[in-house]
Structures are given as C-alpha cells and as structure tokens.
C-alpha cells in the first residue's frame, strides 16, 4: 500500500515535470465549415479547480452571458518523441486557473462508455494529459498510430493527424455548457447537438 502511493507520488512528480517547456499564451479559435460556428474557446467552471472548454459566446443553462476568451499554452517536453511534419512537437494543452496560488491546469479527456464523444476538461497538474499537438496551419489534431480500420489492426502507417473535434451541448458533472468535444472513431457522434469544427490556435 505504501510502495503503491509511493510510486504513484514518484509518478505524478516525474509527469509533473515532463511538459516543463512552455509556449506564448494563443486563444483557440473553433469554426464550422458552414460558418454557423466562429467563436474561441473559453474555460468555465464545471467543478472544483475543475473547466470546460466552452465556446465564448454560447448561452446555455450553465452560461446564459458570453464570456473571455482563454488563454492557453502549449507544453512540450524535451524528451518528447521528435516532430513529424507537417504536425509540430507533441505536448499537452494548459491554462492556468487564477486562484491564490494560481494552479497550473491542463486538459484531459473525459470519456463516458455509453456515448462516442469525450469530453476535454482542464483540471490540476498534469498526471492524466491528452498528448495533443499542432500542424503546421495552426489546427489542434490527436496523433494516432495505429490503423483500427485495417484488418488485423496494425502500427505500420506511421502517426497521423486525427481532426475529429465538435462542438456540442455537453453535459458533464450536472454543468450544461457548449463545449468542445472529440468524437470517439470516425462515425457521427450519438449527440444531436454536435457540429464538426476546426480548433486553430491564435498567438495574443
Ligand atoms: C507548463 O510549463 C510551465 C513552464 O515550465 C510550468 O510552470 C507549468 O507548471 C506547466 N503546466 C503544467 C500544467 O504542467
Ligand atoms: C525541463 O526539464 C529538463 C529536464 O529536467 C531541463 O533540462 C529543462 O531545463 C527544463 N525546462 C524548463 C523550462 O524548466
Ligand atoms: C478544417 O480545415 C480543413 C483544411 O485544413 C478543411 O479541409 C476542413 O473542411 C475544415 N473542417 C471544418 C469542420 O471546418
Ligand atoms: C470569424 O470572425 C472573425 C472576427 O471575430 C473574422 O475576422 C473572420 O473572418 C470570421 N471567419 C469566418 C470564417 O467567418
Ligand atoms: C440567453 O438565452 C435565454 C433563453 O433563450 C434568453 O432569455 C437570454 O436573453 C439569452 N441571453 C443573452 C445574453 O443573449
């Protein structure tokens, strides 16, 4: 028991100091292709120390008023895989939470195993990051290595860039918001509400 949390604290400090390198503060930017969708991203309360990646200018029940664009950083690490262009280094999305002290904050992937969506949230630290990275356009993308359309699967294609984000009425933690969303696989998410978008970062 005590070597399992010792081991988890070593853990959490060795993941706590991987993405040490930090870049300029960017907003990200979400936009439909139709057009019905041009707004940025904000970070909105859904729990303690805890942010949805909302759209700024939603009205939902939890966010009837627009609010400030975050601003975010990307987190790389020296021991990180090298880059594979066009997509840039790997690293982690962060933000940090203004509170006294202010808390370094970086998103994970919520996942729920009934529906084909997850959820990012922005939360404390770093122990469970989505790796996340930027292509040379500017465009937010998830690298993937293995082909689980091929028959048997299989890691032989090299990464690629996955763009499968939405924006979609989300429900997480009893927050109702207008957040970002990945969609799980290549089909449609289950979730009616869901947009495809683009999420560009724009340096401030
Ligand atoms: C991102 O990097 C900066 C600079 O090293 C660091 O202060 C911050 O804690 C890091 N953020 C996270 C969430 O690890
Ligand atoms: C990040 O960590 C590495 C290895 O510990 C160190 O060499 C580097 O100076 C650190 N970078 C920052 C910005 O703290
Ligand atoms: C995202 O951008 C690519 C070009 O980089 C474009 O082909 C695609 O249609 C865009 N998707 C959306 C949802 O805007
Ligand atoms: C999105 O809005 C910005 C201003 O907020 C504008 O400059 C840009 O042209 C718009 N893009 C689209 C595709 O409508
Ligand atoms: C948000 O939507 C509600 C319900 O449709 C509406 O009453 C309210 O005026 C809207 N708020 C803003 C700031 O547009």
């Given amino acids: 028991m005590k070597i399992a949390s010792l081991i988890l604290s070593l853990i959490a400090a060795t993941s706590a100091q991987y993405y040490n390198e930090t870049s300029a503060p960017f907003k990200l930017v979400v936009t439909s292709k139709d057009g019905s969708i041009n707004d940025t991203l904000s970070a909105c309360h859904t ?11 939603s009205n939902t029940t939890s966010k009837p008023n627009p609010s400030n664009p975050a601003s975010f950083h990307f987190n790389t690490s020296v021991y990180a895989q090298p ?6 280094p790997s690293g982690i999305l962060t933000w940090i ?7 370094p904050s970086s998103v994970f ?29 500017g465009k937010l993308a998830v690298q993937g290595y293995i082909d689980w359309s091929a028959n048997p699967p299989n890691g032989n294609g090299g990464p690629k860039a996955y763009y499968r984000w939405y924006a979609c009425q989300t429900y997480y933690a009893g927050y109702q918001y207008e957040t970002l969303a990945w969609g799980l696989g ?8 869901c947009v495809e978008v683009n999420v560009t970062r724009v340096f401030v």
């Fill in 97 to 103: 939470l203004p509170s006294i002290p202010p808390i």
């Fill in 186 to 193: 290549p089909g449609k998410p289950e979730n009616p509400t």
């Fill in 109 to 137: 992937f919520n996942y729920d195993p009934t529906t084909n969506i997850a959820v990012p949230i922005l939360g404390p630290g770093s122990e469970s990051p989505q790796i996340l990275t930027f292509d040379n356009l």
């Fill in 47 to 57: 729990g303690a120390a805890l942010e949805s990646l909302c759209l700024s200018r």
């Fill in 83 to 88: 880059p594979s262009p066009p997509l840039g």
